[in-house]
């Protein structure tokens, strides 16, 4: 008599941003890791984890392996010499003040292009077609994505909706972006809120802030039946060669400065990020031979002209200030490997991965005292105001003294998962919500929500 398999359930991990930008930063990392070691890792949950990419024109459809292998991969020196010429023109537009512009008429031309497309959708036959005990992952951020009818059709299959939430900040810090990204994250949010059955967070923090805007979505009462957990994102340069060629001009900004202490920045340029206090400290110390140098590694963002102008124009840059807006996996490894400490400025976060990515290679981290960082961190980085120049000036001069005084921990004792223990995670978060919800629907009286630990 042939013995019948396991019931294997299907996870679908939405990608699609991800997928069509190409951007190898933050967020897309953590897409990028978590597809990888999905699909064997659901095996061990007798579950089949699928990505999956969402088009306007023909809705859902699961994403071969080979696709993903193939878009989901470390870059390499030729991926970032492919992207020279973008770097030109988006360096032209910041020059004449046009790069806003340029955003803003993409963004527009995009939802054109989706709101034209969207109802041929309804006379194509479904590429996937859902079903009981599906879960479908919007792992990826698509704040214009026209996916919700979709998403409601999906649950009325018997599948369920779990949004994966990276920060909240065009919400909690609507001053640091555009406009047109408050509006369009607002919207994103409010779909969001009224569609998904369960929330899994990057971290704790941001779960908590999840909490607190959910009572104005969906009034105090829904908002208190609101399932959701955290788990830690993967930290992944370990993998790296560490032989792979890095360019002269990084090697060369970190050997040029002749012993003094040398900091890098790891993240897009943005105004949350708070580059300007770390050249607000360095411009009160830069008047001495020995006073420390900055590295920046992060593409050019949004509303940052000024700071940009301000990193281009400084009689430092190219001495002991340095922009580098993309680098390999292994040039980014490079930068953390022989820096001082890696500095983050950041006062809003979700996570933060340059953190544990610097603390994994054995470098040291000035963080600034925001709640995600002390999460994330912990008894491992020295801390300092956000607002105070003056103090990161006095830690970036001594950062040996700020690390005793704050009796930080050694990095050699620090210890992260790797993302397949972060998937792993994820998985085990996402099924203990999942069936935490089954079995109160299965009750007469329903029993609280188990929150995760």
Sequence with gaps: ????????????????????????????????????????????????????????????????????HERFRPRDPAAVGRLTWRHRLRRELDRTGLIEWARSTRNTLDTVAETTLSPVRAWLPAKVDFRPGDLIVLLDVNVRSRYWADLQRARAAGAKVCLVVCDLIPLSHPQVVDAGVVNDFSRWWRNAAQTVDYYLNISESTWREVQSHLPSVLGPDLAARARGSWFRLGVGLHTMSARSTCRDEIQQAFRKQNGRPTYVTV???????NHALALDALDRLWEHDSAPALVIVGKYGWRCEEIAQRIRNHREYGHRLFWFESVTDDELDYCYRHATATLTTSFAEGFNLPIVESLSRGTPVLAADIPTHREVAGSYAAFFSPHDPAALAEVLMQPEAALRRQQVLSPATFTWPDWNASCHEFLVRLLDLDADARHEQATIAPVPSRRAA
Excluded: W
């Design 1 to 68: 008599m042939a013995v019948s398999s396991p019931v294997t359930r299907r996870i679908f991990l939405d990608c699609t941003r991800t997928f069509l930008t190409r951007v190898h930063t933050g967020i897309e990392r953590m897409v990028s890791g978590l597809l990888h070691a999905a699909p064997e890792l659901g095996a061990n949950f007798q579950a089949e984890c699928i990505p999956l990419l969402f088009r306007t024109s023909t809705g859902f459809e699961a994403l071969s392996e080979q696709a993903v």
């Design 267 to 273: 993240g897009m340029m943005s105004p949350r990020k």
